[in-house]
């Protein structure tokens, strides 16, 4: 091997290592401890009225919070308003030393934009429709047919009300979507509910059923009304309001709130760039080393390796919603160009000894040796690589195996969804070295039979890729 293969091998398997690596274990980097506080009050007028005075958020600590706690936490609410840079706003701790306010002062025009403090302190929650309410024995959802995922970015407001029934207050709610929040809710509904027609629906929210209500109108997917008849208790219409609508309604709640400074590897714009530009780059130097320095095998592995590819990417794109997923998949391509890219040189090198040792008028027995060398050992990789899916599928998903529990001895704050977004990168795997298998053989089986009759008078000018005269 001579020197320009060998830095473009070591350099290819760098970068596949670094974003791997970035992908993996970078996971988690913490920038700041959690800290919990309580929302206490947040004081405002409901909607469709002027502010007469300026807006006032109190926040409490939770009794447990110790000193360093209560002061990360104050640290962290300021850098965040601070970062959103749309609307002014004052910090006082309290004297006791129990909490602190936030105060936004009021415009000319007695209006305020909430939307943006929403963004800041709140948390964006995940927002599920499903037909029924069904559960499993650990009370999980079941038989979703489809699912959405709203926040407030999707909802123009929530207009909450009250009626009543035998003497009895009920609550109901509607929820008015813009142009996002109408293709969502499209998408989420149009084999849940058909026109014109009413059916029991759920909402969800982080896995917890809210309500399983009675829809009684949608009109165009642009609001959704729950019948009031039928409709929420006070516990159920707050969170969806307050969660969704910061800002929105007149609706004031206690409710806690986390605040973290954590920068995740996967849902971190920088991270993402780079493994994008890491695979482009390991894309075009395969492409280079395989095509230039051995151009008739190097276009095979090329085609083989973009067909495998290529399903897995679509096979991804069209099944598969999870964001962390997403970035392990991407991360798990540039790791897949290395192991076909060694097979192939594998295969390349074996060839070029058999046409060597030939010394024969004729190459094309060796290509061919050469071409089912390939299927064998493509076939052994590809195998490699269905496994690795299945035990990643099943184990992660699971949520106890053994590689999960080896993942949180390394990993801080592992959760649920790292383990979900491995094992759905696991069927990914399986469904791609299957393809990928296939598609191999089917190639190098049609080229088998095309070179048979190749003759080729020099076999020197065959090896090491160059043209012939």
């Given at each position: 091997?001579?020197?320009?293969?060998?830095?473009?091998?070591?350099?290819?398997v760098l970068?596949?290592?670094?974003?791997?690596?970035?992908?993996?274990?970078?996971?988690?980097?913490?920038?700041?401890?959690?800290?919990?506080?309580?929302?206490?009050?947040?004081?405002?007028?409901?909607?469709?009225?002027?502010?007469?005075?300026d807006?006032?958020?109190?926040?409490?600590?939770?009794?447990?919070?110790?000193?360093?706690?209560?002061?990360?936490?104050?640290?962290?609410?300021?850098?965040?308003?601070?970062?959103?840079?749309?609307?002014e706003?004052?910090?006082?701790?309290f004297?006791?030393?129990?909490?602190?306010?936030?105060?936004?002062?009021?415009?000319s025009?007695?209006?305020?934009?909430?939307?943006?403090?929403d963004?800041?302190?709140?948390?964006?929650?995940?927002?599920?429709?499903?037909?029924?309410?069904?559960?499993?024995?650990?009370?999980?959802?079941?038989?979703i047919?489809?699912e959405?995922?709203?926040?407030?970015?999707?909802?123009?407001?929530?207009?909450?009300?009250?009626?009543?029934?035998?003497?009895?207050?009920?609550?109901?709610?509607?929820?008015?979507?813009?142009?996002?929040?109408?293709?969502?809710?499209?998408?989420?509904?149009?084999?849940?509910?058909?026109?014109?027609?009413?059916?029991?629906?759920?909402?969800?929210?982080?896995d917890?059923?809210?309500?399983?209500?009675?829809?009684?109108?949608?009109?165009?997917?642009?609001?959704?009304?729950?019948?009031?008849m039928?409709?929420?208790?006070?516990?159920?219409?707050?969170?969806?309001?307050?969660?969704?609508?910061?800002?929105?309604?007149?609706?004031?709640?206690?409710?806690?709130?986390v605040?973290?400074?954590?920068?995740?590897?996967?849902?971190?714009?920088?991270?993402?760039?780079?493994?994008?530009y890491?695979?482009?780059?390991?894309?075009?130097?395969?492409?280079?080393f395989?095509?230039?320095?051995?151009?008739?095998?190097?276009?095979?592995?090329f085609?083989?390796?973009?067909?495998?590819?290529?399903?897995?990417?679509?096979?991804?794109?069209?099944?598969?919603?999870?964001v962390?997923?997403?970035?392990?998949?991407?991360?798990?391509f540039?790791?897949?160009?290395?192991?076909?890219i060694?097979?192939?040189?594998?295969?390349?090198?074996?060839?070029?000894l058999?046409a060597?040792?030939?010394?024969?008028?004729?190459i094309s027995?060796?290509?061919?040796?050469?071409?089912?060398?390939?299927?064998?050992?493509?076939?052994?990789?590809?195998?490699?690589?269905?496994?690795?899916?299945?035990?990643?599928?099943d184990?992660?998903?699971?949520?106890?195996?053994?590689?999960?529990?080896?993942?949180?001895l390394?990993?801080?704050?592992?959760?649920?969804e790292?383990?979900?977004?491995?094992?759905?990168?696991?069927?990914?795997?399986?469904?791609?070295?299957a393809f990928?298998?296939?598609?191999?053989?089917?190639?190098?089986?049609?080229?088998?039979?095309?070179?048979?009759?190749l003759?080729?008078?020099?076999?020197?000018?065959f090896?090491?890729?160059k043209?012939?005269?």
């Open positions: 091997m001579n020197l320009f293969k060998k830095i473009s091998a070591t350099f290819i970068v596949c290592v670094a974003a791997l690596f970035i992908s993996f274990f970078g996971i988690h980097t913490i920038y700041g401890e959690v800290t919990t506080v309580v929302i206490n009050s947040f004081d405002r007028v409901p909607r469709g009225f002027g502010f007469d005075k807006i006032k958020m109190f926040f409490r600590y939770n009794n447990s919070a110790e000193t360093t706690d209560k002061e990360k936490a104050l640290t962290v609410i300021k850098q965040r308003l601070n970062l959103s840079g749309a609307v706003h004052k910090v006082y701790p004297n006791d030393n129990t909490g602190f306010m936030v105060e936004f002062p009021i415009n025009n007695n209006t305020i934009d909430l939307s943006v403090i963004k800041v302190l709140s948390k964006d929650y995940k927002i599920e429709f499903r037909k029924g309410r069904e559960v499993d024995e650990e009370g999980k959802p079941t038989g047919s489809k959405a995922f709203l926040t407030n970015e999707h909802i123009s407001s929530a207009i909450p009300g009250a009626d009543s029934y035998m003497g009895t207050a009920l609550y109901f709610i509607t929820l008015n979507f813009n142009g996002k929040g109408e293709e969502v809710l499209k998408k989420a509904c149009e084999e849940l509910i058909q026109s014109g027609e009413s059916t029991e629906f759920s909402i969800w929210m982080d917890e059923l809210l309500s399983a209500r009675e829809v009684s109108s949608i009109n165009s997917y642009s609001y959704l009304s729950f019948n009031s039928k409709g929420f208790t006070v516990e159920e219409i707050r969170p969806i309001v307050i969660g969704l609508t910061t800002g929105r309604t007149g609706i004031s709640s206690t409710r806690e709130v605040f973290s400074e954590i920068n995740s590897g996967f849902a971190g714009d920088n991270n993402f760039k780079l493994i994008q890491t695979y482009a780059a390991g894309l075009v130097l395969a492409f280079v395989l095509c230039i320095k051995r151009r008739i095998y190097g276009m095979v592995s085609i083989s390796m973009s067909g495998s590819l290529g399903f897995t990417m679509f096979v991804h794109t069209n099944f598969m919603g999870n962390l997923a997403n970035h392990i998949t991407l991360a798990s540039m790791a897949y160009f290395v192991l076909i060694v097979s192939f040189e594998l295969i390349m090198r074996e060839s070029a058999i060597e040792e030939m010394k024969s008028s004729t027995k060796a290509v061919s040796l050469g071409f089912s060398k390939n299927i064998f050992i493509s076939s052994i990789i590809y195998c490699f690589m269905f496994l690795s899916g299945l035990i990643l599928s184990a992660f998903n699971r949520n106890g195996g053994v590689f999960s529990s080896v993942m949180k390394f990993i801080k704050n592992y959760q649920s790292t383990i979900t977004g491995i094992g759905k990168f696991g069927y990914i795997l399986m469904i791609g070295s990928g298998l296939i598609f191999n053989v089917l190639i190098n089986r049609y080229l088998i039979k095309a070179v048979a009759s003759t080729y008078k020099d076999n020197s000018k090896i090491g890729g043209a012939d005269e």
